[in-house]
């Protein structure tokens, strides 16, 4: 079974930074691009950032602006997500998702296999 396992979420304080982590299991993460999505309350979900499957290449939303990173480390099978100078508005439930695809896509429907996600909470 394909699995994807999000952890590290939490409740921060605004300004404050979080690390994600994205664990797979039951597949090796090699020639899948990777995902970082967000949904928040009554939102649809949106890309944060995504890598190639060789980490050469990452793209971000524009909401970013040089705050978040993904990273990843093939022989641990894992990905990662640095977030910096978090805000209120990046609260949501964050999950990270695999593309049996080339490239950096960020649509939601080019992900074959997706985490349960990880709560970020960014409130005084």
């Known amino acids: 079974q394909l699995t994807l396992v999000e952890s590290g979420g939490g409740l921060v304080q605004p300004g404050g930074s979080l690390r994600l982590s994205c664990a797979a299991s039951g597949f090796s993460l090699d020639g899948y691009a990777m995902g970082w999505f967000r949904q928040a309350p009554g939102k649809e979900r949106e890309v944060v950032g995504c890598?190639?499957?060789?980490?050469?290449?990452?793209s971000y939303a524009g909401f970013v602006k040089g705050r978040f990173t993904v990273s990843r480390l093939n022989d641990k099978n894992t990905v990662w997500l640095q977030m910096h100078g978090l805000k209120p508005e990046d609260t949501a439930v964050y999950y990270c998702a695999a593309a049996n695809r080339g490239g950096t896509p960020l649509d939601v429907d080019e992900y074959d296999v997706w985490g349960q996600g990880t709560q970020v909470t960014v409130s005084s």
């Open positions: 890598i190639s499957s060789s980490g050469l290449t990452t």
